[in-house]
Structures are given as structure tokens and as C-alpha cells.
């Protein structure tokens, strides 16, 4: 079955305790990116990664980082979380420029 | 800035309805336009997409118009149902080389029996 797995789904953390929260899509796509759902401000892009290698910032990258040593992967590096990065987080991926976005199913974050 | 909007907020409507959710953009030049389904505690599901060159999608009883000049783009639902109760998404991908897309907050629908 096509799609994105993110792990963890849920978890309660501490500020200042690094996290990585993992990406993984199994249909080959060039393009990923992780988002934030707030609410009143809905998704907002993190990062996105147009290759293996190549990744960029979108719209609120500070405070993360990200990877993409391969294809299937890109996971979510938050080295000092805040509280401030509570939130509902998605993994997206597709075939490339204007194709259609595949999602996961998020991960929600609470730092304390 | 690119900016998009949905009106309205909140919808709710009996079984078998018509309806129509609306989703604006400030930016006309846009590379195409994606509609998305969210149900409560999953992600997004792609429902529609429209290139920037197109003026309609149809699958099932979804249409998806868009009108670029006018900043305008509406999800169509035809007989509405109980299952089709969900947050709907239309998300607008600029024309540069990325892959950003900038979303609405959404209409988040309820179809009762």
C-alpha cells in the first residue's frame, strides 16, 4: 500500500530534549515536506526536500532541521524543543512539481 | 504575500444538499490549486487538483472550479452525505521552482441525517 509513515504519532516531551520525528514514503517520490497545523493558522510548511541531498526552508523553519541522506526518508530534528513547537506536525510527499501531495497521518507534539 | 482564504468557516447542512465551499487567493499566478480532505485525526487526502491552466476538475460527485483572474476557486458537492462531514483544504502551489504550498484554514463541514 502507497504512503507516508511518521513516527512517533503522538508524544510528550520536556523543552529542551532533542527529538527526531521520522518520515518514511515507499512510492518513490522525489519531493518531501514537513508541515504545522496550528489553529486559526493552518498548515504551514517546514522544510522541503526536492531530492536527496537538497532541502530548503519554507515558511516557519526556525528552531528544526531536517535530513535527506535518501530517497524514502526525511525526518524532523527538533534539537531544543520549546513550547512554542507544540503542535500537530505532517509529512507530505509527491512525485514532483506539481503533482498531486500525499500526507501522513501526523504527529502530535506536546512540549511541556 | 500570497494569501489564501476560505469562507466559510463552518458549515452545516442536512443530507443530500448541494453545496458549495469557497476558497479565495491574492495572487493570481499560481501553478495550480489542490483541494484536500482532512478527517479528525488523520491527515490530508487529495481530493482534486487543477493546474493553473484548467478550469474545472470533476471526480465522482466532487467538481473543483477555478477562475485565476478572479482569485477564486470552489469545491462543488453534489448530494451530500453524512461521510463527506470532514475539514476541506484548498491549498494554493506558487509558479517558482518549489514545492511550497500555501494553504486556507479551512471549512470544516458537518452533513447530518
Known amino acids: 500500500e502507497a504512503q507516508v509513515t511518521q513516527n512517533p504519532r503522538y508524544l510528550i516531551t520536556v523543552t529542551g530534549k532533542k527529538l527526531t520525528v521520522t518520515c518514511s514514503q515507499n512510492?518513490?517520490?522525489?519531493?518531501m515536506s514537513w508541515y504545522r497545523q496550528d489553529p486559526g493558522l493552518g498548515l504551514r510548511q517546514i522544510y522541503y526536500?526536492?531530492?536527496?541531498?537538497?532541502?530548503d526552508k519554507g515558511d516557519v523553519p526556525e528552531g528544526y532541521k531536517v535530513s535527506r541522506k535518501e530517497k524514502r526518508n526525511f525526518p524532523l530534528i527538533l534539537e531544543s524543543p520549546s513550547p512554542n513547537q507544540t503542535s500537530l506536525y505532517f509529512c507530505?510527499?509527491?512525485?514532483?512539481?506539481?503533482?498531486?501531495?500525499?500526507f501522513g497521518d501526523g504527529t502530535r507534539l506536546s512540549i511541556l | 504575500k500570497q494569501e489564501v482564504t476560505q469562507i466559510p468557516a463552518a458549515l452545516s447542512v442536512p443530507e443530500g444538499e448541494n453545496l458549495v465551499l469557497n476558497c479565495s487567493f491574492t495572487?493570481?499566478?499560481?501553478?495550480?490549486l489542490q483541494w484536500f480532505r482532512q478527517d479528525p485525526g488523520k491527515g490530508l487526502t487529495s481530493l482534486l487538483l487543477i493546474q493553473s491552466s484548467q478550469r474545472e476538475q470533476t471526480s465522482g460527485r466532487l467538481n473543483a472550479s477555478l477562475d485565476k483572474s478572479s482569485g477564486r476557486s470552489t469545491l462543488y458537492i453534489a448530494a451530500s452525505q453524512p461521510g463527506d462531514s470532514a475539514t476541506y483544504l484548498c491549498a494554493v502551489r506558487p509558479p517558482y521552482n518549489t514545492d511550497k504550498l500555501i494553504f486556507g484554514t479551512g471549512t470544516r463541514l458537518q452533513v447530518f441525517p
Open positions: 507530505a510527499s509527491n512525485r514532483g512539481m506539481g503533482q498531486p501531495q500525499h
Open positions: 526536500s526536492m531530492n536527496v541531498e537538497v532541502t
Open positions: 495572487d493570481s499566478a499560481i501553478y495550480n
Open positions: 512510492m518513490n517520490h522525489e519531493y
